[in-house]
Structures are given as structure tokens and as C-alpha cells.
């Protein structure tokens, strides 16, 4: 098993709809939680972190957390066509100082479609 | 307020050489990490540096090593370069294990 899964995609969404993008992982212990976002050829963007159960908005995004069922969710409302691209997750399992190495997903390609 | 920034941009290198790839991190950050991404995949964890110590290390070779300076800035360099070395190479910077910022990144082809 994967230490962080995620679909591969490509997702595809219409613009101006929400765009659904899923994590599990695998560490019950994890703690802290990243979204990051890649355009093809450049380097991941932070656009989101988490640390407890629930939802947190910025803007037009939410990620969500359940830490019980071990996933963690990003929400992307009213997409607009400058959204597409791939979205990483990253968690931090075992957060102390001296312990911060993040684990990736290897990402949901999305399409928002005009 | 400058980001991360990495040097060079883009590097070809032979089979066997040695490559020396540079991070200046985020004004105020004390701690960098360096990733390796492949094509497809998602970034992988190499080490971790604070205060010019290595803190963590990922499961890559020994050929890989780095340093990290007064000034916070880092090196990561690579011997004895494999074809399979071929990747982007990111560094990241953090206070004390918070939030990751990535810089641009250094795409090193090995032919």
C-alpha cells in the first residue's frame, strides 16, 4: 500500500463547476496535511494546508480532513480554466521537530473545460 | 520578498560525472529540503538541512550528498551520475518544519 494515494486523472471539469480532488494515506499518525498545485513544467505551487479535522476555505478553495478515515480532500469552486493542472498531495507523517520530510501523491492531472 | 531561488535552470551532464546543483532559500527560512521529481511522479523526499547539519535523509544513495551554509543556502551534489539520475531536482524551504515553499527547480538531463 501507498504511503499517500491519489487518482491519477485526468480529471475533467466544467468551467465554472467544483472540482473534487481526493487523498487517503496510509500513517494513522500523520498530522500535516498539503495541497500543491504543478503547471506542465514547473515547480509545485503551495495552495493549501491542514492540520485538523474539518474544513478550511481560502477563497475559491476548501480542503477538507478526516483523520479517521484517513483521507484528505481539496475542493475547487467555480473552476476556471486557469485551474488546470496537476494537483500533488503531500503529508507530513510523523510532524517533530528534526522530522518534516513531506510524502507525495504522485497527482490528479485536472481539466477544467471551457 | 524574494522566493526560492535554484541554479542552474537547466544542466546536461554525462554518465559518471559529478553535478552541483544551488538553493538560496525564502527570506526568513533557516531550513531547506531537497526533492527529486521524475517525469509523472510526485516529488521524493533526498535529505533535509538545519543549521549546516543534514537532519533526515530519504532513501537515496550516498552519492548524493549536500551542504548547507551560514547563510542558509545549500548544495546538493550528485557523483558518479546515472542515466536514472535524470530528473527535477526542487529544494524547498521552511521555518522549523512548516509549510514547504518550492523553488523553480533545476532539470538535469544525464546522457
Known amino acids: 500500500q501507498k504511503e499517500v494515494e491519489q487518482n491519477s486523472g485526468p480529471l475533467s471539469v466544467p468551467e465554472g463547476a467544483i472540482a473534487s480532488l481526493n487523498c487517503t494515506y496510509s500513517d494513522r499518525g500523520s498530522q500535516s496535511f498539503f495541497w500543491y498545485r504543478q503547471y506542465s513544467g514547473k515547480s509545485p505551487e503551495l495552495i493549501m494546508f491542514?492540520?485538523?479535522?474539518g474544513d478550511k476555505e481560502d477563497g475559491r478553495f476548501t480542503a477538507q480532513l478526516n483523520k479517521a478515515s484517513q483521507y484528505v480532500s481539496l475542493l475547487i469552486r467555480d473552476s476556471q480554466p486557469s485551474d488546470s493542472a496537476t494537483y500533488l498531495c503531500a503529508v507530513n507523517i510523523r510532524p517533530n521537530f528534526g522530522n518534516e520530510k513531506l510524502t507525495f501523491g504522485t497527482g490528479t492531472r485536472l481539466t477544467i473545460i471551457p | 520578498d524574494a522566493g526560492v531561488t535554484q541554479s542552474p535552470t537547466h544542466l546536461i551532464k554525462t554518465r559518471g560525472q559529478q553535478v552541483t546543483l544551488r538553493c538560496s532559500p525564502k527570506s526568513g527560512h533557516d531550513t531547506v529540503s531537497w526533492y527529486q521529481q521524475a517525469l509523472g511522479q510526485g516529488p521524493q523526499f533526498i535529505f533535509q538541512y538545519y543549521e549546516e547539519e543534514e537532519r533526515q535523509r530519504g532513501n537515496f544513495p550516498d552519492r548524493f550528498s549536500g551542504h548547507q551554509f551560514p547563510n542558509y543556502s545549500s548544495e546538493l551534489n550528485v557523483n558518479a551520475l546515472l542515466l536514472g539520475d535524470s530528473a527535477l531536482y526542487l529544494c524547498?524551504?521552511?521555518?522549523?518544519?512548516?509549510?514547504?515553499?518550492f523553488g523553480p527547480g533545476t532539470r538535469l538531463t544525464v546522457t
Open positions: 491542514i492540520y485538523s479535522n
Open positions: 524547498a524551504s521552511s521555518v522549523a518544519g512548516n509549510e514547504q515553499y
